[in-house]
């Protein structure tokens, strides 16, 4: 069984950086893969970032590509995203999730497939202008 707790959300300006931590208590796989995601009021939850616990290939959507960077600690069993440009778009609740199959390309991952099998509570990133 993996709990996984997100922190760092909070308020911050328009151009302003950021950087989210998710700690995964329990067994962590290098066959298995940690993403963030992330979801607006009245909108469907979206995937942000990818990493992969061995090699730690990248994944990202377009919309946060060259902005966000995810990044993880094998030792620590945890995984990073640091958001830099930020938008009043990025507005949402991040969560962090883990899980295995996960098929990715380089415009991000997919959820046809993929299983997603432990997720956290969130964390609110509010981007104020």
């Known amino acids: 069984q993996v709990q996984l707790v997100e922190s760092g959300g909070g308020l911050v300006q328009a151009g302003g950086s950021l950087r989210l931590s998710c700690a995964a208590s329990?067994?962590?796989?290098?066959?298995?893969?940690m993403g963030w995601f992330r979801q607006a009021p009245g909108k469907e939850r979206e995937f942000v970032a990818a990493i992969r616990w061995s090699g730690g290939s990248t994944y990202y959507a377009d919309s946060v590509k060259n902005r966000f960077t995810i990044s993880r600690d094998n030792a620590r069993n945890s995984v990073y995203l640091q958001m830099n440009s930020l938008k009043f778009e990025d507005t949402a609740k991040y969560y962090c999730?883990?899980?295995?199959?996960?098929?990715?390309?380089?415009?991000?991952?997919?959820?046809?497939?993929?299983?997603?099998?432990?997720w956290g509570q969130g964390t609110q990133v509010t981007v104020s202008s």
């Open positions: 999730a883990e899980g295995n199959p996960v098929y990715c390309s380089d415009y991000g991952c997919y959820s046809e497939g993929s299983r997603w099998d432990y």
């Open positions: 329990g067994r962590t796989f290098g066959s298995r893969t």
